[in-house]
């Protein structure tokens, strides 16, 4: 099967090379010429649930499951820990943040969120409501391992 | 000393020698309309954007940041300006808050805002007396346009509907407590009740 592959692979590889030195190449932005303004798509919605989203491998930094449009996060002031830091959960409901942002550069746990932690949207982002540019085949480590419970439970 | 004094109130006491009962009388009636009608018309010149940002106090600073904010533009097209939410409505209460803006003209004179530097370092002491303006009246000029009866909760965003059914129409909290910095930026927040 491999064998009957590889003819194929190059005889597709080599027509998609010619046909596209006859076509435009047509990129992520669309068949605009670079030189011109694109149409900007429409402005989705933000994803709101009340819920918290699965992470989809062990290290991601949680997504935000909410709009933050207008949320400051500068050297005055910063929205998010307005209602996530450790002394404003028991009010706002809203998961603490965990006590990894809470150590320094030295490796010692601080009081608070220290400054290289400080700045959420580095790393935590909001999520919209469009369709993907591109497909993507990412598959969880989990449905990696067992394949047979893709679907059902792990 | 007390010579001029006693003269005008002997004046005053003593009945008119020139002018008629009636010329006193019309004459003060119109007088009093005149006089009520332009201060009022003077207060209400007061109360417009175009006065608040005839100084380059307010027009550099606050009200360029108001821009950026939905307090300016929104889906619905309404606009809140600079009275909507610093002058209260009441007249006792628009007469307080004039005569407290005396100290503002101060300001102004002397210069105590006239550059970007120094209005950064005031701005906590100035935010500061507007939120505790809002917190003691329970946020009136936000409820001029913005009555919880009147909101939908269902129409809301999960997050905005639970914290408004908790804190809002339990009235443990009113606006000002959570929505700090919506049409202006925030001074540095810390010891901010509620802020980091």
């Known amino acids: 099967m491999k064998h ?71 050297l005055n002031s910063n929205k998010c820990l307005s209602c996530h830091a450790r002394a404003r959960v028991g009010e706002s409901g809203a998961p603490m943040v965990s006590i990894t942002h809470f150590m320094d550069r030295d490796g010692q746990f601080r009081a608070a969120v220290t400054p290289r932690r400080y700045f959420c949207t580095q790393c935590h982002v909001s999520q919209q409501e469009v369709t993907p540019l591109v497909e993507n085949d990412f598959v969880d480590l989990d449905d990696l391992i067992h394949p047979k419970n893709a679907s059902g439970q792990r | ?31 009093g309309v005149l006089f009520w009608g332009g201060f009022n018309t003077a207060l209400e010149a007061t109360n417009r954007e175009a006065f608040c940002v005839s100084c380059h106090e307010m027009r550099d600073n606050v009200y360029t940041e108001l821009k950026t904010t939905p307090h300016w533009s929104n889906a619905s097209g309404v606009r ?38 120094k209005f950064l370092d005031h701005r906590l002491a100035m935010a500061s007396r507007e939120w505790s303006r809002m917190t003691h009246n329970d946020s009136l000029e936000c409820r001029n346009c913005h009555s919880a009866d009147s909101m939908d909760l269902t129409q809301q965003n999960p997050r905005a509907q639970e914290a408004h059914e908790t804190f809002l129409l339990t009235d443990q909290k009113t606006c000002i407590d959570c929505h700090k910095g919506i049409a202006h930026e925030l001074p540095d927040m810390a010891g901010v009740p509620g802020w980091q």
Request: proline share 11%; glycine share 8%; with cysteine.
């Open chain 1, 4 to 74: 009957c592959l590889a003819p194929a692979f190059a005889f597709a590889a080599t027509a998609f090379l010619f046909g596209a030195a006859l076509a435009q190449p047509v990129s992520l932005r669309g068949p605009t010429s670079p030189a011109d303004n694109a149409e900007p798509p429409p402005m989705a919605n933000f994803e709101e649930g009340a819920g918290r989203k699965v992470r989809n491998y062990p290290e991601q930094p949680p997504i935000i499951p909410h709009d933050v449009t207008g949320y400051r996060i500068d």
């Open chain 2, 1 to 31: 000393m007390l010579g001029p004094i006693r003269w005008f109130w002997r004046t005053l006491r003593r009945p008119s020698v020139h002018f008629s009962l009636g010329f006193l009388t019309f004459g003060g009636f119109i007088a």
């Open chain 2, 80 to 117: 809140a300006q600079c009275p909507d939410c610093h002058v209260p409505h009441e007249w006792t209460d628009k007469i307080a808050r004039k005569v407290a803006a005396s100290k503002e003209v101060w300001g102004a004179i002397f210069g105590t805002i006239d550059t970007r530097e």
